[in-house]
Antibody
Framework: EVQLLESGGGLVQPGGSLRLSCAAS????????MSWVRQAPGKGLEWVSDISGSGGSTYYADSVKGRFTISRDNSKNTLYLQMNSLRVEDTAVYYC???????????????WGLGILVTVSS | DIQMTQSPSSLSASVGVRVTITCRASQSISSYLNWYQQKPGKAPKLLIYAASSLQSGVPSRFSGSGSGTDFTLTISSLQPEDFATYYCQQSYSTPRTFGQGTKLEIK
């Protein structure tokens, strides 16, 4: 069974940093693209970032480009999101998600982790 | 960026009825359209990918259609567990964009 478990969230002041992790199990991690998607309280879904299975290609939403960095350690089956220069508007539940297709990504998300709350506030 | 617009934003319906939700893209996205269901406090779940392909394990009462800019999600006979918020998402290009959501409520 595929499992994705996020960690590393919490309360941080504006301008601060956090690193989210997503521990993956139940599939050959390196064969799948992975993503981060967020959801502000009471709002809709916003794609944040994608990374290819090898880690060689990364993509970002304009709202986080230059502040967030996606990475992965295929030896540890773990996905990361380094978040710097955090803003109040980055407050959201952050989900990691797997592309359902091996090797040639579909660009959709299934399954998703449980999500982790990041709160940016002074 | 490709804008995705869903209609309606909310919908009230009874168990057993047929429901259709529409999603429109701001430019042609071929069939690169996906649908998700999200229940309160839970992660989204993929229902339909590539506009009309049913994700494994999803009940057959869910179906999707469309191509180009106009797409629909249909639930043939609403069940109590289907009351949730539904999102469309384009996978034609990055940034990947979602519709604003359609909240389906019990009538």
């Amino acid at each position: 069974e595929v499992q994705l478990l996020e960690s590393g969230g919490g309360l941080v002041q504006p301008g601060g940093s956090l690193r989210l992790s997503c521990a993956a199990s139940g599939f050959t991690f390196s064969n799948y693209a992975m993503s981060w998607v967020r959801q502000a309280p009471g709002k809709g879904l916003e794609w944040v970032s994608d990374i290819s299975g090898s880690g060689g290609s990364t993509y970002y939403a304009d709202s986080v480009k230059g502040r967030f960095t996606i990475s992965r350690d295929n030896s540890k089956n773990t996905l990361y999101l380094q978040m710097n220069s955090l803003r109040v508007e980055d407050t959201a539940v952050y989900y990691c998600a797997k592309d359902p297709e091996q090797l040639i990504p579909r660009g959709c998300f299934d399954p998703w982790g449980l999500g982790i709350l990041v709160t940016v506030s002074s | 960026d490709i804008q995705m617009t869903q209609s309606p934003s909310s919908l009230s319906a009874s168990v057993g009825v047929r429901v259709t939700i529409t999603c429109r893209a701001s430019q042609s996205i071929s069939s690169y359209l996906n649908w998700y269901q999200q229940k309160p406090g839970k992660a989204p779940k993929l229902l339909i990918y590539a506009a009309s392909s049913l994700q494994s394990g999803v009940p057959s009462r869910f179906s999707g259609s469309g191509s180009g800019t106009d797409f629909t999600l249909t639930i043939s006979s609403l069940q109590p567990e289907d009351f949730a918020t539904y999102y469309c998402q384009q996978s034609y290009s990055t940034p990947r964009t979602f519709g604003q959501g359609t909240k389906l409520e019990i009538k």
